[in-house]
Each structure stands twice: as structure tokens, then as C-alpha cells.
């Protein structure tokens, strides 16, 4: 059965209102998956207006269990904590207490099992601050709505996937902040994730943090050796596939030939530019390892406020993240 997937509004004055009715309006979405968005129906009326996008009817339900799925009509359960019309453009409290409450509505939704996966729309992290809601983003949002310590972030494009033992931090605190526990931990989560997916054997590669992998104590002070390699030994004697550590220059090269399934960068540039290469539009953000086994992806940019409203904004990666979603919805879930 096609998964449920849970998209929430992110910032109403933000973009987000408009490239998710952009992205509904495609037909093959329904192909794929039954979309369910959480947010507000004024906002997405006021979206599909300024998007030409009249024809799509938003229709207002207050569970799961109401929803169509039919091209044509946008489900959303319309949470009506948008007491005015927000603008477009402009920093809102409101706004920013509104998309914190969306995430927490689809993580209730993602708990009980009546959606299989949850995709966001940007939020803008000073409209969530005035809205009292003190977090960085999604990503702890999410792991504190779910009681979640061990997660990683996931990069994924068509032709790349990609996740990370270490991201927002120096280069120097990265390389510290690798451990055989941290590396063991993120193999599995890339794993279990794609295994979860429906592959069976997920072939999993492991960068080395030095050029050339340290090239047998050439480079470095033998971080592989300390830090990667006894979680590899330990991954290996569980039955997983990996690779590694070996060089990064070569390791994306052959994944996107098709040696390897997914890649595991050491740290934030060492796995985000291949990524941005292949293209930003292309991108797709996943929180993987979230208690329950629940699915996060978001679109790869934030609220664009310089544009919002102006019925401009490219659903291009909004499409991608659906699409990500349904990928990774756990296969044996209803």
C-alpha cells in the first residue's frame, strides 16, 4: 500500500505554503504516495492563488482517518493556529509558533502509525525563537519530540547518498568528536535505515578522515586506525557490508557508479559538497536514527522570504524530498 506522508507547512510566510501546493499539483505524487499536509487551509488558499494554482481545491480535515488522497484536493489537517492572515515575506511570531506545532502534530501522527513518513517545508529559526520555541532547527526539534540522542543527518540525490559521522562543527572539534562508538552507531543507522527501505544488503562505504585514508600512517596521527576501524571490525562481525575506511576522493566517484549503496563522510564539507555538486536543487536533507524508526526529509533551503508570495518559488525540491520520503518509508509499515 502507498505510504501516508505527512508534510508540514513549515513558516506560513514563507515559501513553503506555495511549493507544497506547487508539488500536489503534480499527478504522479499520487502515484506514489498519499500526501497528507499539516498546517493551515487559509494559507495554502492564499498559496495556490498566488501560485496559479486556483484549480487545487485545500480541503480542511481534522485526522488522518478523513483524508481523500485525490489529485486535485489538497488534504490538510488544519491545526488554525493562524489567528490573521500572516503576509508573506514578513518575521512572524505566530508563524514561528505555528510551524513548531505542525512538527509536533506529524510526529503524533508518525508515533501512532497512521503516517509512515514526515517531509517539512522550511522554517525560519527566528520566527520559531520569537515564537518561544528555543531550538536550531528541525533536526532537534525532532529529537526532542522523540526522545531521540543517536541520530545523523542523511544527504540524498538520485544518483548519491550520503551520511554524516560528524556535521555542524570545526573541523578540528570534527575530528575529536569521532569515536569507534559514534562510527559503529552511524553505520548501523545507515543500515538499518536502508534496510528498512527494502534493500537487503545495503553496501555501505566508510571515507577515511586522513588523504588516502591515512595511507598506513603516512597522513595523519593514525585516526583510522583509532576511530574508524574497530567500528568497521564490529560492523562486520554483525553482518553488515562495509567498505572502508578508504579514500574519499574515489568513494563518491564509485558510488554513483553503483559500487556502494551509501557513503559515510567523516565530516560536514567532506559529504555535503560532493552533494551540491550533483546539484542543490536536487538535494534532499533526511534526520535518520529517530526513535520508532520514523522517517524525516526536508527540502534542502530555507524560507526565501525575499520571495515569498510571488507565486516564483521552484517546487522543484519539494518534489524530491516527497519522493525521498517514500523511499525511505518503512516498507512493512501500513
Same mark, same amino acid.
Given at each position: 500500500?502507498?505510504?501516508?506522508?505527512? =508534510?508540514?507547512?513549515?513558516?506560513?510566510?514563507?515559501?513553503?505554503?506555495?511549493?507544497?501546493? $506547487?508539488? #500536489?499539483?503534480?499527478?504522479?505524487?499520487?502515484?506514489?504516495?498519499?500526501?497528507?499536509?499539516?498546517?493551515?487551509?487559509?494559507?495554502?488558499?492564499?498559496?495556490?492563488?498566488?501560485?496559479? %494554482?486556483?484549480?487545487?481545491?485545500?480541503?480542511?480535515?481534522?485526522?488522518?482517518?478523513?483524508? /481523500?488522497?485525490?489529485?486535485?484536493?489538497?488534504?490538510?489537517?488544519?491545526?488554525? #493556529?493562524?489567528?490573521?492572515?500572516?503576509?508573506?515575506?514578513?518575521?512572524?511570531?505566530?508563524?514561528?509558533?505555528?510551524?513548531?506545532?505542525?512538527?509536533?502534530?506529524?510526529?503524533?501522527?508518525?508515533?501512532?502509525?497512521?503516517?509512515?513518513?514526515?517531509?517539512?517545508?522550511?522554517?525560519?529559526?527566528?520566527?520559531?525563537?520569537?515564537?518561544?520555541?528555543?531550538?536550531?532547527?528541525?533536526?532537534?526539534?525532532?529529537?526532542?519530540?522523540?526522545?531521540?540522542?543517536?541520530?545523523?543527518?542523511?544527504?540524498?540525490?538520485? %544518483? /548519491?547518498?550520503?551520511?554524516? /559521522?560528524?556535521?555542524?562543527?570545526?573541523?578540528?572539534?570534527?575530528?575529536?568528536?569521532?569515536?569507534?562508538?559514534?562510527?559503529? $552507531?552511524?553505520?548501523?543507522?545507515?543500515?538499518?535505515?536502508?534496510?528498512?527501505?527494502?534493500?537487503?544488503?545495503?553496501?555501505?562505504?566508510?571515507?577515511?578522515?586522513?588523504?588516502?585514508?591515512?595511507?598506513?600512517?603516512?597522513?595523519?596521527?593514525?585516526?583510522?586506525?583509532? $576511530? #574508524?576501524?574497530?567500528?568497521?571490525?564490529?560492523?562486520?562481525?554483525?553482518?553488515?557490508?562495509?567498505?572502508?575506511?578508504?579514500?574519499?576522493?574515489?568513494?563518491?566517484?564509485?558510488?554513483?557508479?553503483?559500487?556502494?549503496?551509501?557513503?559515510?563522510?567523516?565530516?560536514?564539507?567532506?559529504?555535503?559538497?560532493?552533494?551540491?555538486?550533483?546539484?542543490?536543487?536536487?538535494?534532499?536533507?533526511?534526520?535518520?536514527?529517530?526513535?520508532?524508526?520514523?522517517?524525516?526529509?526536508?527540502?534542502?533551503?530555507?524560507?526565501?522570504?525575499?520571495?515569498?508570495?510571488?507565486? =516564483?518559488?521552484?517546487?522543484?525540491?519539494?518534489?524530491?524530498?516527497?519522493?525521498?520520503?517514500?523511499?525511505?518509508?518503512?516498507?512493512?509499515?501500513?
Amino acid at each position: 500500500m502507498k505510504p501516508i506522508i505527512a =508534510i508540514t507547512m513549515g513558516d506560513a510566510a514563507g515559501i513553503g505554503p506555495e511549493i507544497i501546493v $506547487k508539488a #500536489l499539483s503534480h499527478p504522479d505524487i499520487y502515484e506514489v504516495c498519499r500526501p497528507l499536509v499539516v498546517g493551515d487551509t487559509e494559507t495554502l488558499e492564499r498559496a495556490a492563488a498566488v501560485s496559479s %494554482r486556483d484549480a487545487m481545491k485545500i480541503r480542511p480535515i481534522e485526522g488522518a482517518a478523513e483524508a /481523500l488522497f485525490q489529485h486535485g484536493i489538497i488534504d490538510c489537517i488544519n491545526l488554525k #493556529l493562524l489567528p490573521d492572515a500572516v503576509p508573506f515575506g514578513q518575521l512572524s511570531a505566530a508563524a514561528g509558533n505555528a510551524a513548531f506545532h505542525y512538527i509536533a502534530k506529524a510526529v503524533e501522527l508518525a508515533k501512532s502509525g497512521e503516517v509512515q513518513a514526515i517531509c517539512t517545508a522550511p522554517l525560519n529559526k527566528e520566527a520559531l525563537h520569537k515564537g518561544g520555541h528555543l531550538y536550531p532547527g528541525h533536526t532537534e526539534i525532532l529529537a526532542k519530540l522523540t526522545e531521540t540522542e543517536d541520530f545523523s543527518m542523511m544527504l540524498s540525490t538520485g %544518483r /548519491l547518498k550520503v551520511i554524516h /559521522l560528524t556535521t555542524h562543527v570545526g573541523l578540528i572539534k570534527a575530528v575529536e568528536m569521532i569515536t569507534p562508538e559514534r562510527t559503529y $552507531k552511524v553505520l548501523k543507522l545507515a543500515d538499518q535505515v536502508l534496510r528498512a527501505a527494502g534493500n537487503n544488503n545495503p553496501r555501505i562505504a566508510l571515507c577515511g578522515i586522513n588523504p588516502h585514508a591515512g595511507e598506513n600512517g603516512l597522513f595523519g596521527n593514525g585516526e583510522e586506525e583509532e $576511530k #574508524l576501524l574497530p567500528a568497521v571490525e564490529k560492523a562486520r562481525m554483525e553482518g553488515m557490508d562495509v567498505y572502508g575506511p578508504a579514500p574519499a576522493d574515489t568513494l563518491f566517484y564509485r558510488a554513483m557508479r553503483g559500487d556502494f549503496d551509501i557513503v559515510v563522510a567523516c565530516y560536514h564539507d567532506q559529504g555535503h559538497a560532493p552533494i551540491k555538486v550533483l546539484g542543490i536543487e536536487d538535494g534532499v536533507n533526511i534526520t535518520v536514527g529517530l526513535k520508532g524508526g520514523i522517517i524525516r526529509t526536508s527540502v534542502d533551503h530555507g524560507t526565501a522570504f525575499d520571495i515569498a508570495g510571488k507565486g =516564483i518559488a521552484d517546487e522543484k525540491s519539494m518534489l524530491e524530498a516527497i519522493r525521498s520520503a517514500v523511499e525511505l518509508a518503512p516498507k512493512q509499515t501500513v
